[in-house]
């Protein structure tokens, strides 16, 4: 009797389907793209055509479709049109026993428990996830940084800027010794007139 029961038990399990999430928490920025992935146990004679694939996310008691997938077609008229052209399904690997949603242009609104249910013609079962979306991060313009003159061009600036005030300088001494030898000739002329002459 207990050998019939474990032959039973064991021919149960291997009809069963194993349901995993490759990741239970993942984490994004807003506007970013993430790949939210499961995997199931097939069979080799598995056919697309048998799975149904129900994912959905669970946020303040609703329960948005994020993507249907009803004897081997996906099912759009019945995703949420929060995710509306935003969820692509990689199909190839479905009979892999792979569920690939990748989940574009993130809003904060995504943020919460993605929960997955495969049912096959020989088991059902579900896996669950968390996503965490924050708000895109402000991106500060760049720094720009003021324009300073080269160091080698520094030392040329300040040679033409000592140029002309020596220039300067040598004016000024040349206008007050001009204005000098003026004012001591007039003095001259009037202190003797006859020389003048």
Known sequence: MKMIFRILLLINLISCVFMNVTQTSYQAEENHNITLQWTFTTKPDTSSNSLYIYCSLFIDHKTPVLFYLHDGFEDSESQDQQFSGRVHCDKDVLREGQIRLQLSRLRTEDTGLYRCVVNTNYGRSYGECQLNVTAAADHPEPHRPTMSPEPGSRGRIGF???????????LLVTLCFALSHCFTKSTDETENPSSVI
Request: hydrophobic fraction near 65%.
């Open 160 to 170: 033409y800027v000592g140029l002309g005030l020596t220039a300067a300088a040598v």
